[in-house]
């Protein structure tokens, strides 16, 4: 079992904001990352630390963290952005790598 | 602009061992981590392990006792090898650039490979 948990499946509004979280013990300590993955290809990084984006990843992806809770908002999403969604950190240790289960983003 | 670009066999039989090679182009191989992540069909992610540049690893302690991570800094390549495969290791695997933030408490995940669907069949 992870480490770090995310609901299976969210669903979004043309063009309205939803935030996918991310819940974990070890995020009291260690900031996630953000992964956006579409059918048949890799994973692709969309936030890091703090509040990071990856050149090229659109303003309306943003991250924040509170507690054992990473959240990443995604404010005005558009059809493009329907995907599974991944977060990642340490471990309770710290000294090795856990994912979420993932995330079905759909947009309605 | 570093990408990973990653080889090796894509149909195993159970009781062989996988084995996969990464090559990194395009930027420096030092100061980073340098990571296996699969992801069986239908599933999530899976990190395997990593190498820094100096041979230093991590495991995924579920799969520690198979797996062997390797570098070549010589080629800028780092490879894979994982003993006893079942079905269960069926899955596309990744090589990952690792980079540690500045912090300590930050790290991600990013350039990725193109993937390689390993399917372990009798």
């Known amino acids: 079992s992870s480490e770090l948990t995310q609901d299976p499946a969210v669903s979004v509004a043309l063009g309205q904001t939803v935030r996918i979280t991310c819940q974990g013990d070890?995020?009291?300590?260690?900031?996630a990352s953000w992964y956006q993955q579409k059918p048949g290809q890799a994973p692709v990084l969309v936030i890091y630390?703090?509040?990071n984006r990856p050149s090229g990843i659109p303003d309306r992806f943003s991250g924040s963290s509170s507690g054992n809770t990473a959240s990443l908002t995604i404010t005005g999403a558009q059809a493009e952005d329907e995907a599974d969604y991944y977060c990642?950190?340490?471990?309770?240790?710290?000294?090795?790598?856990?994912f979420g289960g993932g995330t079905k983003l759909t947009v309605l | 602009q570093v990408q990973l670009q990653q080889w090796g066999a894509g149909l195993l039989k159970p009781s062989e061992t996988l084995s996969l090679t990464c090559a990194v182009y395009g930027g420096s191989f030092s100061g980073y981590s340098w990571s296996w992540i699969r992801q069986p069909p239908g599933k999530g992610l899976e990190w395997i392990g990593e190498i820094t540049h100096s041979g230093s690893t991590k495991y995924n302690p579920s799969l520690k006792s198979r797996v062997t991570i390797s570098v070549d800094t010589s080629k800028n390549q780092f490879s894979l090898k994982l003993s006893s495969v079942t079905a269960a290791d069926t899955a596309v695997y990744y090589c990952v650039r690792r980079t540690r933030g500045g912090s300590g408490n930050e790290d991600w995940f990013d350039p990725w490979g193109q993937g390689t669907l390993v399917t372990v069949s009798s």
């Open positions: 990642n950190s340490r471990d309770s240790s710290g000294n090795h790598v856990v």
């Open positions: 070890s995020l009291r300590t260690y900031y």
């Open positions: 630390g703090k509040n």
